[in-house]
């Protein structure tokens, strides 16, 4: 396993080629990159280029707009879940300083006939700029394809049936989020534009941030700069995966942190995936992952309920 950055390199064809040597090889590294980092950089994710560009393009697009027209996208109702949410609005659980950022969160799109699509706030769609919203579809489709992959991966490595997550997911209240990090103007409060966290959902996949500054808390407490090349997305561990597995693969807390003065003036942008089951779905431990060394360490929940929950810690639900 190359160890090129801070975090492992892994390569997706690998476990999508049909040969069940590579296929084994990248579960294991999969599985035991989680099992220390959390996080990994994967290459061949199936997500194309030119989609990647376009959606950064578009995402530019819309946060170069005039606040006055982006905030008629904030709908107050919908938590922060869907359109528009402006900058200093949300804030790491346990901090009261708002983060550096401004964000727009499109969701899923429901095109059977599950009933769990009443769940759903419709997507916002912007006017001023019409490829948006269908460029943001593909990209969550793409998203969800790379990601249930991933899933099959630690299923298999978990000792579970290659696609125990496959239905959990299908339909999931997954969230495509594209953030905006604006220039510096004058010496910030804090140093930093994300304060330190860790994810909600199952798995987050986060295509080439645009510039440096995310930041991974290691296992001694020191804060580690995440680099990833060009061809490769981010993939890591969050809360929901921890908690079902009772901590056996780690939700690595992270940060982003801002940039030198010499580059107050530019923007970042970053747009993660967070995966998430379908409401019901019971978040409980594996049974799998309990025993006399690693006894029961969360109550049982469901995805929806742990959500409600951690949205409220966060400043955007009341
Ligand atoms: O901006 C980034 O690179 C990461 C953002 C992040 O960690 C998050 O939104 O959960
Ligand atoms: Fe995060």
Known sequence: MAHQHSIPSIDLSDFTSGNAQRKAAFVAQLGEAYETVG????????????????????????????????????????????????????????????????????????????????????????????????????????????????????????GLDEFYFDDKVHNGNSILRAIHYPPITQEPASAIRAEQHEDINLITLLVGASADGLQILDKNNHWVPVTSLPEQIVVNVGDMLQRLTNNRMKSTTHRVVNPPREKWNTSRYSIPFFLHPKSTVKLDCLESCVDADHPLAYAPITAGEYLDERLREIGLKK
């Open 39 to 158: 996080f990994v950089a994967v290459k061949n994710h199936g997500i194309a280029d030119q989609l990647i560009a376009d959606l950064y393009k578009y995402v530019q697009d819309f946060f170069a707009l005039p606040y006055e027209t982006k905030r008629r996208y904030e709908i107050p109702a919908l938590a922060g879940q869907r359109g528009y949410t402006s900058f200093g609005k949300e804030h790491a659980k346990g901090f009261d300083a708002p983060d550096l950022k401004e964000f727009f969160q499109f969701g899923q799109t429901v095109e059977d006939n599950d009933p769990v699509a009443k769940e759903y706030p419709n997507n916002v769609q912007v006017a001023e700029v019409p490829s948006f919203s269908p460029t943001f579809f593909q990209a969550f489709r793409g998203f969800e394809t790379s990601g249930k992959a991933l899933l099959q991966a630690i299923a298999i490595y978990l």
